[in-house]
């Protein structure tokens, strides 16, 4: 399984005591296919190629932005 997730955050000081947290996370960032099964019948057409997956844990690459007020 290929998969590479990254956040990034930046923290700004507001004041003596209040601070903003910048967050940004990419999950699944080279958008590698990952496929959970394969054709393994020799006489299929389709022989070594993936088979058809309906599992959603795999998901294409996502984006997440987001702050975080603290005080």
């Known amino acids: 399984m290929h ?3 990254v956040r990034l955050t930046k923290d700004i000081k ?3 005591t209040a601070k903003v947290s910048l967050m ?3 999950f699944n ?3 590698h296919k ?10 299929n057409v389709r022989y070594g190629q993936p088979s ?6 795999f998901q294409p690459r996502m984006l997440q932005l987001g702050f975080r007020l603290s005080f």
């Open 52 to 57: 058809q997956d309906t599992n959603i844990a």
């Open 24 to 26: 940004g996370e990419v």
């Open 29 to 31: 960032l080279f958008n």
């Open 3 to 5: 998969k590479v997730d």
């Open 34 to 43: 990952n496929y959970n099964s394969f054709v393994t019948n020799l006489s």
């Open 14 to 16: 507001l004041g003596a």
